[in-house]
């Protein structure tokens, strides 16, 4: 969807006109578009931040070559792919970036040495430590949207992300325990998650195919439904419980309307698949048709569809278990039960990508990168804002860079003097903080780097602890 | 650890295994001392003899060979019983070892920690080896971790598995009601739900030890701590114990090299190799001496009764091909040395045997310097002993070798024929060739043996056809001396039928047993008709 008119060179006055943001741009112009970015945009402190773990500083414990181990992996234009780069520190990586303006930038795993010099190492070349990722993507969700497929997005399909994002999230602090978790729009259709707790990044293979499969409910599909992974016993387990209870809000509140999957058509009848009972299909098929559904205004269609579904599944429980005196033959039972929350869960409960998480050496693409077929900035997202989110009005290299030339003309935003000119205090020209990146970056603080500041201090005492008890450090008093 | 000779201060044994802590780690001996129950983290470390090294190392070999033998005899039975035959296995092998008398609960610990790590060092060098060890260990171990009550659980975990705690009262009030959904959740049965309710005794440990758990969502995950069941404990302590000494025992194999320094290279390295080997019977050399009627003579008599199957198979195929080839030749020749056949005498028996197809002196030429030189007759002089089952086990041979185990070697249907031709009772055959198909081959020589002399159970496997035959001389003695006085009518020549007694001197006293009355000693000449097969 080229416009035409926004092919204008970058450099260029536009007239102090921001121009309408969030349209795919065509994918030469975002490369053209690169070196500027890094060049101004991308926040190459906080990523460096962030990635050293506190190793940067001078402190005692800190592991100077902890930077160095990490590996990097380089997309540049025309998909050439370069793996195992490594850098000394932050400045290093920033340079490297500006000179070679990569496409696509992969973060990897620490090794136990540094990846360039991994031929000198041979089987002792290993990973050591990495985040906990997680890769959810829209097109996994193909055959329960409506409103597109493949790589589209919309703030129809959105709330399936959303709410997986809300699940995921609440799983990860409540039955984990884990405190650094890291949200990322992925660019075109689906989110990363990165887990930078200590504990996290030290988790074996084994470890991390567990908390995926903790998540994994959804196991392909079986004639023409979902498998859930559902032992079928009297109760859910309370983790998935706690799940549903959240889906079953965002599907009444926006999936299912957004989606219209009780409207008539293929959609629905998968859905009605999922009912245990033809009889029951039979009947609620009628009541959809009957003159007091039809006639309702007041309520969207497939919200009032659902009501008279949920409503005649639960009458039919009700008479099955008073037929024989309270519990029920459970064969009967057991699938009314749970039809409800299996339509919900098939429809809505979160898909993980499960090769991404399993293993160590997993690449992944790095938060603050350009996707470079739609210009799209890969923001942070905050978890706890997760519905407001609007994947259409995600900031473009375009946008950022209109944005900051109309900031240099001084017109648009607010007060700018302190934009270009480096401060006193020796700070570098920061001109990202006029544009909306600015946001983006006080998400990245917020809900990762300020808290992961004070981790990295405590696990630097903490090791300084041990080195103690050790008796490696001789303190003569 | 430190292995000194006896009485003298010797030099430094070798290197400590580094456990997974340091000293300020390492559990005080009191703790250790609530329990004989053992995670076996930390080596000892203390100064011993080279004896009681050899002597711990050979007594928990046998408690746990015995062990697996009685279990692969009896699969049915309980825990309780199984426990009860461990207690009475440590009873008879480790008590007292180190001198004293009284056996008390310190020096079980003691023993118990050091014979654990003496047999670590023979059994960490092959993979083979390793795999046994383990499997033994682990079973001692669940055995014992399933039989102790809960608050020797208790204890053991504080002392040796602290990662999992036990969950508060107000805590478990708390949790409750989403345990019991997660086992429902997981299909638990409602016994298993009524037990555990009335058990009220759950575990935390963090998450990351139980990740199978984890990824089938067996547990309740609360901030990182996974929940379990004192039911459930159990095989994740095992797996716990399991993975330990797994490790230990590849990290030994790894730093081999650095166990033993130079000087250790002949004293503790060959002890330690040898040990894998060596037979744990007593030695049977008295045989020799309490039934020193072996003659040339009456060979094949005892070969019918007495022999192990190896040997009958072989003096079988001996007399009908008038031929044996080199392996078993060696395999049987040594075995007559051993049950106390003289040289003079071995050499007549070969001969006669040889004779119908090999003339004297090409016997001269061909065969004889060898079994001068099994005795120890000729060249270096050196006094072969007889080789024990698993050696024999090991042999291989092509076709028309003799040797080796007929338990492993023949078919199902030769070996039923051989054993029913020893007069082996049928259910016994049938033991004896489903064990051997299994691969139990000690056990089916076992099960030949019980069927073939009637007797009940062996205590002990079969280790060494020398064993085989000193057991059922005396077995036999027993009977003679015991149902001496009672005479039976004649009976005809010697059928290799019956329970038989051999003639001879050691038949002691007069007694006809169950046998047609005296024979005298008959010079069989070559050819005894039919009664060997």
């Known amino acids: ?477 | 650890m430190q292995v000194l000779t006896s009485g003298k201060v010797g030099p430094a044994g070798f290197t400590p295994l580094t456990g997974a802590g340091t000293a300020a780690n390492a559990p005080k001996d009191g703790d250790r001392m609530l329990t004989d129950l053992s995670m076996y983290t930390f080596p000892p470390s203390e100064n011993i003899t080279l004896e009681e090294f050899e002597r711990l190392a050979l007594a928990r070999l046998s408690v746990l060979k015995e062990m697996e033998a009685y279990k692969l005899r009896h699969p049915n039975k309980t825990e309780k019983e199984l426990m009860d035959k461990l207690k009475q296995l440590k009873l008879k092998h480790m008590r007292g070892l180190a001198g004293v008398s009284a056996f008390n609960h310190e020096e079980e610990v003691r023993n118990d920690l050091i014979s654990h790590y003496v047999l670590r060092l023979a059994y960490c060098r092959t993979a083979e080896l390793r795999k046994w060890f383990l499997a033994q260990e682990c079973d001692i171990f669940r055995l014992k971790f399933g039989t102790y009550n809960p608050a020797e659980h208790e204890a053991f975990l504080a002392a040796h598995a602290p990662q999992y705690r036990p969950v508060a009262e107000k805590e478990l009030l708390e949790v409750m009601d989403e345990i019991v959904k997660v086992m429902k959740s997981n299909l638990e049965t409602k016994e298993t739900l009524v037990r555990v309710l009335q058990d009220k005794r759950f575990y935390k440990v963090s998450w990351t030890r139980v990740p199978e758990l984890v990824a089938q969502r067996k547990v309740l995950l609360r901030g990182g701590w996974a929940y379990v069941s004192r039911d459930a404990l159990a095989p994740l302590v095992v797996a716990e114990f399991r993975a330990g000494v797994s490790k230990g025992l590849s990290d030994m194999a790894r730093r081999w090299r650095q166990m033993f320094p130079v000087e250790e290279e002949q004293r503790l390295q060959p002890l330690v190799a040898s040990l894998t080997s060596r037979s744990l019977i007593a030695d049977y050399s008295g045989v020799t001496t309490k039934y020193g009627d072996v003659s040339a003579a009456n060979l094949h008599h005892l070969a019918i009764r007495h022999f192990p199957l190896c040997m009958s198979h072989l003096m079988g195929t001996l007399h009908s091909e008038r031929h044996l080839r080199h392996g078993g030749r060696q395999q049987l020749g040594l075995f007559l040395k051993a049950i106390g056949l003289p040289m003079e005498e071995a050499l007549l028996f070969w001969r006669s045997e040889f004779a119908p197809r090999t003339p004297s002196d090409q016997f001269d030429k061909q065969y004889a310097y060898n079994i001068r030189h099994n005795y120890g007759r000729e060249g270096k002089r050196t006094d072969y002993t007889a080789h024990n089952c698993t050696t024999i086990v090991g042999f291989s041979g092509g076709v028309g070798d003799n040797h080796g185990c007929p338990y492993r070697r023949l078919d199902e249907t030769s070996l039923r024929a051989a054993l029913s031709r020893l007069h082996c009772d049928d259910r016994k055959v049938e033991e004896a060739v489903s064990k051997a198909r299994d691969g139990h081959y000690q056990l089916a020589c076992a099960a030949a043996f019980e069927g073939i002399h009637r007797v009940p159970e062996l205590d002990v496997g079969i280790s060494a056809p020398l064993q085989y035959y000193a057991e059922s001389r005396r077995i036999c003695t027993e009977r003679d001396s015991t149902s001496a006085g009672t005479t039976a009518a004649t009976g005809g020549a010697v059928e290799g039928t019956d329970v038989g007694d051999q003639p001879g001197s050691a038949a002691g006293a007069g007694g006809a047993g169950e046998q047609p009355g005296g024979r005298g000693v008959k010079r069989p000449a070559s050819g005894l008709p039919g009664s060997l097969r």
């Open chain 1, 1 to 477: 969807m080229a416009d035409v008119n926004k092919r204008q060179k970058i450099d260029q006055d536009s007239g102090g006109e921001v121009g309408p943001l969030g349209s795919a741009e065509p994918e030469i112009y975002v490369q053209e578009a690169m070196p500027s970015y890094y060049a101004k945009l991308f926040p190459h402190q906080h990523m460096a931040k962030w990635l050293a773990y506190g190793n940067d500083g001078k402190h005692a414990q800190a592991d100077s070559h902890f930077f160095n181990r990490r590996e990097f992996c380089f997309t540049l234009d025309g998909d050439i792919f370069v793996r195992y780069q490594a850098f000394k520190d932050g400045t290093a990586l920033q340079e490297a970036i500006q000179r070679r303006c990569p496409a696509k930038i992969d973060i990897g795993p620490v090794y136990t040495a540094n990846p360039q010099d991994r031929h000198k190492f041979g089987a002792s070349f290993q990973p050591t430590e990495r985040e906990l990722v997680f890769d959810i993507d829209l097109t996994d969700y193909d055959d329960v949207r409506t409103c597109g497929s493949g790589g589209h997005i919309c703030g129809k399909c959105w709330p399936l992300m959303a709410v997986a994002v809300k699940i995921i999230d609440a799983g990860l602090r409540n039955d984990f325990g884990f405190k650094h978790i890291l949200w990322v729009y992925s660019g075109r259709r689906g989110v990363h998650c990165w887990v930078c707790d200590p504990s996290a990044r030290q988790l074996t293979d084994e470890q991390r195919a567990a908390v995926a499969n903790w998540f994994a409910l959804y196991k392909g599909h079986e004639e023409g439904k979902a498998r859930i992974a559902f032992l079928g016993g009297g109760a859910m387990h309370p983790a998935v419980d706690r799940a549903v209870e959240v889906l079953h809000t965002a599907w009444v509140e926006t999936i299912l309307p957004a989606q219209r999957l009780l409207e008539d058509g293929p959609k629905c009848e998968a859905l009605l698949r999922y009912l245990p009972e033809q009889t029951l299909v039979e009947n609620i098929k009628k009541k959809w048709a009957s003159r007091s559904v039809i006639s309702r205004t007041d309520q969207d269609i497939n919200l009032v569809r659902w009501g008279v579904l949920e409503a005649e599944v639960n009458s039919r429980l009700t008479e099955e278990r008073s037929r024989s005196k309270g519990a029920g033959s459970y064969k009967v039972v057991g699938p009314l039960e749970r039809c409800i929350p299996e339509i919900i869960i098939a429809h809505a409960y979160p898909r993980l990508d499960m090769e991404v998480s399993k293993k160590m050496n997993h690449l992944l693409k790095a938060p603050f990168c350009v996707h470079p077929k739609t210009g799209k900035v890969c923001v942070p997202l905050d978890p706890t804002r997760v519905d407001e989110f609007d994947p259409d009005d995600v900031p473009t290299v375009g946008s950022l860079l209109r944005e900051l030339a109309a900031a240099k003309n001084g017109g648009g935003k607010g007060d700018s003097s302190a934009v270009v000119e480096a401060d006193g205090g020796g700070r570098k020209a920061e001109p990202w903080r006029e544009t909306k990146m600015a946001n983006a970056v006080q998400i990245f603080e917020r809900c990762l780097l300020d808290d992961l500041v004070i981790t990295n201090r405590d696990e630097l005492t903490e090791r300084t602890r041990v080195a103690v008890a050790i008796g490696q450090l001789n303190l003569d008093f």
